[in-house]
């Protein structure tokens, strides 16, 4: 009777899945969405569960009465299609899908590549008119190795919404391509300043077109982050100077690019193809219900993004949604780097599968996430892109908040110090990061914080940094957790915090504004704070120069010296070694020789400590000093060496 029940059982469970399979059945084509010529304008959506598509055309982005509506033919794989002939560039339009005898909203389909007002109604447009001049010519900048990049992370309006940034078109995507703006001292500030700082890439908040902002209201200050997708394919319109125009948008962030490749910038683009900013409003609900998402036994959303839903990445037709997706933004934007948020929502199949097919078309294409979710999925653990699995992961990073926290304190405890704000205690974490995760003889994974194992293979696969735009800025961070300091000891900490990231192996990643102390009034999550929060004051850069001169020089360092970019775990098990030093101080040497670096012996120290501290002479004698001040300055060091109370020293042999 056990056996013919499993028998009826398993073909049971045979059957639903095929029934399954007819339902949903995956689409090999690559025109899903509009495509566009002068002569004709194809359509094609998926909706294998509809059994009615129509094609609403309008004239204008928002309000009206449609110009027609259009029966699709049903086709092949699930796809519904229809032609219109002639050039319809301008035109507007929507899908609607008549489900289980129900019409539902109408929609722009998932793929387009131009909208509206709010997002409300894709747009018909002959790409080719969006590029600006040059554009053809346009080159990304390369690098060798992706321990080589420095990345700044950067937000469309905070960039150049305040007063101090002298820039003229505030909070837009050409304001970001101005050049030879200045702030009140005459410093230089927005791209100019991106460029003297020495960062190789620009990280910049979604610019997708998100939900959140109400682009009807153009006098309204407005502020979101803009992790609330809803057309992934087309840009942000708050961004663009007139958001009715889906080419404008386009054309405008296009320039943007141009402007930074000409300045030998690279852009990476932060996606967030985890959730939708809507769930059952969304536009793939609309065409598609709940296939796009992750369900509980229950029947209810999967909510591993704490935003209401979370896609089901390993899902054939969402799966290539995505890799088609940034495959488009790569060839019709140029973008040179993908930030995946809350990355351990999505399987590692999939991320493999988007890396190769990146890797394919732009080798050496930067690709990093967060390692983890911020809530439970249905999702199998061992199938999730969490930092744990890193080693799985092929070209792709994971941010260490192993470091993070062990230089600042948790981000979840304001009131926790870190190695860098007198902490020491934190210090194998800092030894950790200072390896990039991998494996190393002299890390006792024991002691260190959150991983207690080395997590990936390669340096260019962590990335190195003390924040980012979640929770406080490393310089609120530390004001809130070392009450009763002065503003000089703070600032110390600050500069320490940095040099960490800065000299330690990996990827480096600096959050805009961390150059000159940048503030957020204390507000730990300033998503959706007005601009007098979140906007960048660039007058802090005059009041602060000592600091982003500090800083300049620490990346001129890292540039200059491959002992600080090995590429490989071998490379530094072989080539760093940590010293032996008194409590609260970490020393490290680099062998400079074996990396052709012009340094032959570099040696790297920190003082977590409020005290100055003395090494040795023997440790130190016959090194000079590389003098972070204003300028490099090469001095004999005769006698003991003196480490200031919240400091760092780098030490070398010609």
């Known amino acids: 009777m056990k056996i013919l029940f499993l028998f009826w059982f398993f073909s049971f469970k045979s059957i639903q899945l095929k029934a399954q399979q007819n339902i949903y059945p995956t689409y090999a084509g690559n025109d899903l969405g509009l495509t566009y010529s002068k002569s004709a304008s194809g359509f094609r959506i998926w909706a294998p569960t509809a059994s009615k598509v129509r094609l609403h055309l309008y004239q204008q982005p928002l309000g009206g009465e449609a110009l027609t509506t259009i029966e699709l033919k049903k086709s092949i794989q699930g796809t519904w299609t229809t032609t219109l002939t002639g050039d319809r560039a301008g035109i507007f339009y929507t899908f609607s899908a008549e489900y289980n005898g129900q019409w539902l909203n109408e929609v ?55 007063a101090s940034s002298g ?132 029947g209810k959303y999967s909510d591993a993004t704490a935003c209401g839903n979370e896609t089901a990445s ?85 941010f260490s908040d192993d470091l993070r926290d062990g230089i600042k304190g948790s981000v979840f405890e304001v009131a926790e110090r870190g190695f860098a704000s007198g902490d020491t205690s934190k210090a194998e974490s800092i030894r950790f990061g200072i390896v990039a995760a991998t494996q190393h003889p002299q890390v006792d ?9 080395p997590y990936v293979n390669s340096p260019g696969s962590v990335i190195s940094y003390a924040e980012c735009h979640d929770n406080n800025t490393l310089w609120d961070k530390l004001a809130i957790s070392t009450p009763g300091t002065t503003v000089a000891e703070r600032t110390n900490m600050h500069k320490l915090a940095l040099s960490i990231v800065l000299t330690s192996q990996g990827i480096s990643f600096l959050h805009a504004g961390t150059e000159f102390l940048r503030s957020k009034k204390d507000v730990e999550n300033s998503y959706n704070k007005p601009d007098s929060i979140n906007a960048i004051d660039w007058n802090l850069k005059t009041i602060n120069n000592d600091v ?35 409590r609260g101080i970490i020393g490290y040497r680099l062998n400079g020789s074996a990396l052709n670096d012009i340094w032959k012996d570099i040696q790297v120290w920190f003082n977590g400590n409020a005290t100055d501290q003395t090494l040795p002479p023997e440790w130190t004698a016959g090194y000079k000093t590389a003098v972070l001040n204003n300028e490099f300055v090469a001095t004999a060091s005769g006698g003991q060496q003196v480490i200031k109370g919240y400091s760092c020293i780098i030490l070398y042999r010609d």
């Open 108 to 162: 722009p389909d998932p793929y387009a590549k131009a909208v509206g007002t709010n997002g409300k109604r894709a747009m018909i447009v002959d790409l080719v008119k969006t590029n600006p001049d040059g554009w053809a010519g346009d080159k990304s900048p390369k690098l060798k190795s992706p321990t080589d990049a420095v990345i700044y992370e950067l937000h469309v309006r905070d960039a150049s919404i305040d």
């Open 167 to 298: 820039i003229t078109n505030k909070g837009k995507f050409i304001g970001l391509a101005e050049t030879g703006t200045k702030n009140q001292a005459g410093q230089s500030t927005g791209l100019d300043h991106l460029v003297q700082l020495g960062v190789t890439h620009i990280h910049l908040l979604p610019f997708f077109d998100y939900n959140s902002n109400d682009e009807t209201e153009t006098k309204k200050p407005q502020y979101n982050w803009g992790y609330d997708p809803l057309n992934y394919n087309a840009p942000e319109g708050s961004y663009a100077t007139n958001a009715a125009d889906g080419a404008v948008r386009i054309k405008e962030m296009k320039q943007l690019v141009q402007a930074f490749h000409k300045k030998g910038l690279a852009v990476v683009m932060d996606v967030v193809y985890n959730h939708t900013g809507l769930t059952e409003q969304s536009n793939f609900n609309q065409l598609v219900p709940g296939y796009y998402y992750r369900k509980t036994e229950a």
């Open 314 to 398: 390993e899902k054939a037709m969402m799966r290539k949604f995505i890799i088609e997706s940034v495959l488009y933004w790569v060839k019709e934007y140029h973008i040179d780097g993908f930030r995946f948020d809350l990355m351990g929502v999505h399987d590692i199949e999939t991320m493999n599968m988007i890396s190769a097919a990146l890797q394919k078309i732009k080798p050496g294409i930067l690709i990093y996430g967060e390692g983890w979710t911020a809530g439970a999925s249905t999702l199998p653990e061992n199938k999730r892109a969490l930092k744990k699995y890193a080693a799985q992961l092929n070209n792709i990073a994971v």
């Open 445 to 453: 994974y024991k002691k260190v914080n959150y991983s207690k194992a």
């Open 548 to 582: 982003f001169n500090y800083v300049q020089q620490l990346i001129s360092l890292r540039k200059e010296h491959p002992a600080f970019r090995m590429q490989t775990a071998v490379q530094i098990q072989r080539n760093l070694s940590f010293l032996p030093s008194p």
